[in-house]
Antibody, heavy 118, light 107 residues
């Protein structure tokens, strides 16, 4: 069965960076796009971007352009999302998700809570 | 960017009720509309994709319909495990935006 396991919770100070990992199992890593979605407390999900694990090509939401980087390491079948210049508004749960096709997110990681606080 | 608006934002219903949640897109998203269920502290779970296709393993009491800009999610007979928050998402044009959610509560 398909699972996506994310790295643990992080506490960061304003201005710092955070890097979250996502390691899928149960399917061939390079075949399915990986998306990243965040959810601030009490809010709806917010799409951040996606990466093609085969080519490494990325597409980011304009809101995060210049501040987010999505990468992958095919040797260990792991995806990463790094967000820079953190502010308190970036406090949220960050999810990775597999795209079934057509950007439909059929399997999700368990989420990684990132707290930004001075 | 396509904005997704759900209604109502919250809904109280009883076990066995039939409920409908509506999602409207600010511009046509074709049939690239998906529905997710989220329970507290958990990741969203895919219920419906392509407006009306039931994801594998999802009970048949869930159904979706609509096209272009107007979509609905219907639960034909509410079960205790259905009380959760529901989100629509358009997967037509980046950024692949979500609605603000509909919280379904027990009456």
């Amino acid at each position: 069965q398909v699972h996506l396991v994310q790295s643990g919770a992080e506490v960061k100070k304003p201005g710092a960076s955070v890097k979250v990992s996502c390691k899928p199992s149960g399917y061939t890593f390079s075949v399915y796009f990986m998306h990243w979605v965040r959810q601030a407390p009490g809010q709806g999900p917010e799409w951040m971007g996606r990466i093609n694990p085969y080519s490494g090509d990325t597409e980011y939401a304009q809101k995060f352009q210049g501040r987010v980087t999505m990468t992958r390491d095919t040797s260990i079948s792991t995806g990463y999302m790094e967000l820079n210049r953190l502010t308190s508004d970036d406090t949220a749960v960050y999810y990775c998700a597999r795209a079934l096709g057509g950007n439909v997110l059929d399997y999700w990681g368990q989420g990684t809570l990132v707290t930004v606080s001075s | 960017d396509i904005q997704m608006t759900q209604s109502p934002s919250s809904l109280s219903a009883s076990i066995g009720d039939r409920v409908t949640i509506t999602c409207r897109a600010s511009q046509s998203s074709g049939i690239n509309l998906n529905w997710y269920q989220q329970k507290p502290g958990k990741a969203p779970k895919l219920l419906i994709y392509g407006a009306s296709s039931l994801q594998s393993g999802v009970p048949s009491r869930f159904s979706g319909s609509g096209s272009a800009t107007d979509f609905t999610l219907t639960v034909s007979s509410l079960q205790p495990e259905d009380f959760a928050t529901y989100y629509c998402q358009q997967s037509y044009s980046a950024p692949y935006s979500f609605g603000q959610g509909t919280k379904l509560e027990i009456k």
